[in-house]
């Protein structure tokens, strides 16, 4: 099992971001993952390097149950192992090929990561719906000093205009970058979303600056 991000669920991207049949890269702080929706509905998680010849899989394509890789097309499933080599057919892959997988679910539009096996749930986010994902270069505690609100368990509850949104972080990547996931009260207008899109961009600017004068590190 990888042992290289934090037994915790991290967010890791929005589910309106992973269309059915589709993959996406999420860089973590220690780790680069391919996340990977099935024909089914099902989100997998797995390390992104193919087993084979060291391929990005986030790169590959999704057909049915399985990620291929774009390169020879070796074919996973969702537990990781390889089902299929294309340049040889009759082959039955050996049990050893296979790729490392991730926990991975989703719940209230956000799609989450573990490494481990983790006791929680994971988090809720009843009333909200994802907006948008960014990643940009300061601390969380940065973020939440900008707006002047708390940062719990690494999300931070924040009043755009009166309206209900909510901002999910995890480190991302290893130069320092932080991911934060929008969400917004499920009830916003598309004026209010549009609002609440700008006034991120606002804080982004609010909270480099801020990292790059040296405050609330
Ligand atoms: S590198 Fe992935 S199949 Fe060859």
Redesign the pocket.
Known sequence: MPQNIAPAWIPVALSTDLPVASVIPARLKTASLAIWRAQSGAVSAVADR??????R?SHGFVRGEALS??????RYGKSGNCLAIPAHPSLTPPEAIRVATYRAGERDGVIWVSAEEVAADMPSNEGFVGLRSITLSATAETLAACIGADLIEDAIDWAIDGMRARLLTAPSGEDGALLVHLLIDSSATKAQKIAASTALETLRRQAEAAANRGEAA
Do not use: D, N, S, V
Request: glycine share 16%.
């Open positions: 193919c087993p084979h010849r060291g391929m899989l890789c774009i390169y020879h097309g070796w």
